[in-house]
């Protein structure tokens, strides 16, 4: 039975329902634990957002706080999970990847290559990415594109609470290391997640929704942007078929080279900086597999190559909006309305 509960809510179901299931389960992070006992607290704060509020005392001894020490409990997590446990650990903002990414990277990525297949690494790392928020250039970056660029690796982006639950449960039972991203203003969306548990396949995109003129293929948040633009171009005439990539590592190479092929224009919209990118990714993709069907140049709508500001005047400039989809689809079909 579904019921419509926020991205938030989703993700902590997920984590309760696969606690419940499986003791190996463990959370820990900055916070996670943190709050409980003190004055005005009866519960642990459950992160910087409140993912993990509510499960400090229904999983006694599974959720742990960690020193603010990225590169300790990102390297024990990870020697956790090839030990027999199956952590999740959250890296409060990916912008902090550098404090710990070695341990991803270099270990976690490399055990099961290095070790011939004998070692497996069930670690999740949930971490927060994007801009919106006001929170600088320090707090909003988008680097899932560095992670994509790994082996051993898998990289994941759910757009909908429906997509955080699924994907969340499916990474916690994964036996490779998985990174888990989460935009930070999507917590508060609203929409239907069954009750009961269930997972969504990676490497599996989504068509969330149908056309014949233009191919977006889009992720994460921006998801939404384009799907507000593709609704302004349907009632132009224009229709547009959008695919939420849902990962890119595993990525749904079949998904998006048959939509090409079908409408032979393609806009890739992507959060991040323009420049070794997922966008340029997919867009190298197509040319390299569906050239022959393009009937016109990939155009890509993505961020400046230049830090996230903080002046929220620019910050807006900053961020993909639909009016740039629309103008891109607009130079992709020639149509001048």
Same mark, same amino acid.
Request: aromatic fraction near 8%; include cysteine.
């Given at each position: 039975?579904?019921?419509?509960?926020?991205?938030?809510? $989703?993700?902590?179901?997920?984590?309760?329902?696969?606690?419940?299931?499986?003791?190996?389960? !463990?959370?820990?992070?900055?916070?996670?634990?943190?709050?409980?006992?003190?004055?005005?607290?009866? /519960?642990?704060?459950?992160?910087?957002?409140?993912?993990?509020?509510?499960?400090?005392?229904?999983?006694?001894?599974?959720?742990?706080?960690?020193?603010?020490?990225?590169?300790?409990?990102?390297?024990?997590?990870?020697?956790?999970?090839?030990?027999?446990?199956?952590?999740?650990?959250?890296?409060?903002?990916?912008?902090?990847?550098?404090?710990?990414?070695?341990?991803?990277?270099?270990?976690?990525?490399?055990? @099961?290559?290095?070790?011939?297949?004998?070692? !497996?690494?069930?670690?999740?790392? @949930?971490?927060?990415?994007?801009?919106?928020?006001?929170?600088?250039?320090?707090?909003?970056?988008?680097?899932?594109?560095?992670?994509?660029?790994?082996?051993?690796?898998?990289?994941?982006?759910? $757009?909908?609470?429906?997509?955080?639950?699924?994907?969340?449960?499916?990474?916690?039972?994964?036996?490779?290391?998985?990174?888990?991203?989460?935009?930070?203003?999507?917590?508060?969306?609203? #929409?239907?997640?069954?009750?009961?548990?269930?997972?969504?396949?990676?490497?599996?995109?989504?068509?969330?929704?149908?056309?014949?003129?233009?191919?977006?293929?889009?992720?994460?948040?921006?998801?939404?942007?384009?799907?507000?633009?593709?609704?302004?171009? #349907?009632?132009? #005439?224009?229709?547009?078929?959008?695919?939420?990539?849902?990962?890119?590592?595993?990525?749904?190479?079949?998904?998006?080279?048959?939509?090409?092929?079908?409408?032979? @224009?393609?806009?890739?919209?992507?959060?991040?900086?323009?420049?070794?990118?997922?966008?340029? /990714?997919?867009?190298?993709?197509?040319? @390299?597999?569906?050239?022959?069907?393009?009937?016109?140049?990939?155009?890509?709508?993505?961020?400046?190559?230049?830090? !996230?500001?903080?002046?929220? $005047?620019?910050?807006?400039?900053?961020?993909?909006? $639909?009016?740039?989809?629309?103008?891109?689809?607009?130079?992709?079909?020639?149509?001048?309305?």
């Amino acid at each position: 039975m579904a019921r419509n509960i926020t991205y938030r809510e $989703a993700l902590n179901e997920a984590l309760a329902q696969e606690m419940e299931r499986d003791e190996s389960v !463990v959370v820990m992070g900055e916070d996670n634990a943190g709050g409980a006992g003190s004055p005005g607290e009866d /519960d642990a704060w459950g992160g910087v957002l409140g993912v993990t509020k509510g499960l400090y005392h229904k999983f006694p001894g599974r959720v742990l706080d960690t020193p603010i020490s990225e590169s300790a409990f990102i390297g024990a997590a990870i020697g956790a999970a090839t030990a027999g446990l199956r952590p999740v650990a959250e890296l409060m903002f990916v912008d902090f990847m550098g404090v710990c990414f070695d341990q991803i990277y270099n270990q976690a990525a490399k055990f @099961r290559y290095m070790f011939g297949g004998k070692a !497996v690494t069930p670690v999740v790392i @949930r971490t927060m990415y994007g801009a919106g928020l006001r929170a600088a250039a320090q707090h909003s970056q988008c680097l899932y594109s560095l992670f994509t660029h790994i082996p051993g690796l898998k990289v994941v982006m759910p $757009a909908t609470p429906y997509d955080a639950k699924g994907l969340m449960i499916q990474a916690i039972r994964d036996n490779d290391p998985v990174m888990f991203f989460e935009h930070k203003a999507l917590y508060d969306l609203t #929409g239907p997640v069954p009750e009961e548990s269930y997972t969504l396949p990676f490497g599996e995109a989504n068509v969330v929704r149908e056309g014949g003129d233009v191919t977006i293929v889009t992720l994460g948040r921006m998801v939404h942007t384009s799907l507000e633009a593709a609704g302004r171009l #349907g009632a132009d #005439g224009v229709q547009c078929e959008v695919i939420d990539l849902r990962t890119t590592s595993p990525l749904d190479e079949d998904t998006v080279l048959d939509s090409v092929e079908g409408t032979g @224009r393609l806009v890739v919209v992507d959060e991040s900086h323009p420049r070794c990118s997922v966008a340029a /990714d997919i867009s190298a993709l197509a040319v @390299r597999k569906a050239f022959g069907a393009l009937q016109a140049p990939v155009e890509m709508v993505t961020a400046p190559h230049t830090p !996230v500001p903080f002046s929220s $005047a620019l910050e807006d400039l900053y961020i993909p909006d $639909a009016q740039r989809i629309v103008n891109a689809v607009k130079a992709v079909t020639g149509w001048t309305r």
